[in-house]
Each structure stands twice: as structure tokens, then as C-alpha cells.
């Protein structure tokens, strides 16, 4: 799977929404891109994912690159629950099994 | 409905005893995962079961650990002669499929420490 970059870290004010970038420049045309993100002492959580065209759903949106060589993960109001971890991962067809390859991830801190 | 559920939730024992972690999965969820978090670590995948197929052992770190997932439900994780390295949190994950075009559900991990 290709490799994704994101930065250590972001601080947001509570109630703003904040954009969490992800650069992925070797994706390759079949590659899903993943967010997930992690509270702390939980589990990871899944976010939401696209292909090609932005996306929406409860939690957030993900705009995707036109070239598709970068991604954007927006929480629209963040609030002091989504201070997490966030993980940008690739999935593709080349990992039969489907099995999540996590970086370091961008720590998120939002301040009320 | 039910979550992906792991006991113990913590479990502490002395170097050179095994452990057993278990996970149950969604119901009706065919792919299971393990994952693995050590401190200050990131997320490393160990194993993959999908059905009856043969599992995905590739990120088992040594022959130490082992795993198998009963009746294509329940899964267990064993450690023989723990090591103060395998501490960390071991998170199971399951997934209705394998697909990339699927998420995976995480389970709140068992938080392993070896003195």
C-alpha cells in the first residue's frame, strides 16, 4: 500500500472546523483512502472513507484531490471529544487482506 | 448492536507465562483482525482470518505468538514465554468482508503488561 503523510500535530479552537490534511503523491488508481481516528485509551474508529469523489457523513467530510495525490479530512465544529489521533491510510487492491497499516497519525488538541 | 468486545481488559503477568486474549467479533462479520500498539508505538497489524481460509500470519513478530479463530466466530491470541517487549494493548478488529471498500470495527483492546 502507498504511503501517506501527515502532520505530528494541529490544535483547534472548540466550535471551529478543522481541516487535517493528508498527502499520498504514489497512490495508485485503485487505492480507497481511509480515515480512522483514535480517543484516547479506545480503540481506533473509523471515520470515513472515499475513492475519487468528496464525501460526507455524520462525523465529517473528505475532500479528495482532483490528481487524487492528497486528501482532507473536515470536522466541521470540533468539539473537546475529537481532540484523537487521526489516521490517513491507503487501502488497495495489492493487500488481499485487507489489513490497516497505521502511521504516526495527527495528533489533534482542540481547545474550548 | 453489540460491539466488537476483547477480555481481559488488563492483564499483567511475570515474564515466561503465557496469556490468552480473546476477542469476540461482530456477529456475522467474516473478516477478523489483530493489531497491536505498544507505548508511544503506532498500530502494527498481526494476523488476518477471513472464513475458512488459511489466516494471514505475517505480522506475528515471533513463533511465540499464535492465534486461532473457532467456529469463524471468537478468536484467541496466545503469547507463550512472555517477554517485557510484548507488552502493549492488543486491539481486535473485525469487518463484514476483506474489501478495501470496508470499514474495520475496533475493539477497546486488552492492555498487556509483562513484569
Known amino acids: 500500500d502507498a504511503k501517506t503523510t501527515q502532520p505530528n500535530s494541529m490544535e483547534s479552537n472548540e466550535e471551529e472546523p478543522v481541516h487535517l490534511p493528508c498527502n499520498h503523491s504514489?497512490?495508485?488508481?485503485?487505492?480507497?483512502i481511509h480515515w480512522y481516528r483514535q480517543l484516547p485509551s479506545q480503540g481506533p474508529e473509523y471515520v470515513i472513507h472515499?475513492?475519487?469523489s468528496n464525501v460526507n457523513n455524520r462525523m465529517a467530510s473528505l475532500a479528495i484531490a482532483e490528481d487524487r495525490k492528497s486528501s482532507t479530512l473536515i470536522l466541521h465544529r470540533a468539539t473537546l471529544r475529537d481532540a484523537a489521533v487521526y489516521y490517513c491510510?491507503?487501502?488497495?487492491?495489492?493487500?488481499?487482506?485487507?489489513?490497516?497499516?497505521f502511521g504516526q497519525g495527527t495528533t489533534l488538541q482542540v481547545k474550548p | 448492536g453489540a460491539g466488537v468486545s476483547q477480555s481481559p481488559s488488563n492483564k499483567v503477568t511475570e515474564k515466561g507465562k503465557d496469556v490468552e486474549l480473546r476477542c469476540d467479533p461482530i456477529?456475522?462479520?467474516?473478516?477478523l483482525y489483530w493489531y497491536r500498539q505498544s507505548l508511544g508505538q503506532g498500530l502494527e497489524f498481526l494476523i488476518y482470518?477471513?472464513?475458512?481460509?488459511?489466516?494471514?500470519k505475517s505480522g506475528l513478530p515471533s513463533d511465540r505468538f499464535s492465534a486461532e479463530r473457532t467456529g469463524g466466530s471468537v478468536s484467541t491470541l496466545t503469547i507463550q514465554r512472555t517477554q517485557q517487549e510484548d507488552s502493549a494493548v492488543y486491539l481486535c478488529?473485525?469487518?463484514?468482508?476483506?474489501?478495501?471498500?470496508?470499514?474495520?470495527?475496533f475493539g477497546p483492546g486488552t492492555r498487556l503488561t509483562v513484569t
Open positions: 478488529a473485525s469487518s463484514l468482508v476483506k474489501g478495501q471498500n470496508y470499514e474495520q470495527y
Open positions: 504514489t497512490i495508485s488508481g485503485t487505492d480507497y
Open positions: 472515499g475513492l475519487t
Open positions: 491510510i491507503l487501502r488497495g487492491l495489492s493487500s488481499n487482506t485487507g489489513k490497516l497499516i
Open positions: 456477529s456475522g462479520h467474516t473478516a
Open positions: 482470518f477471513q472464513g475458512n481460509s488459511a489466516p494471514d
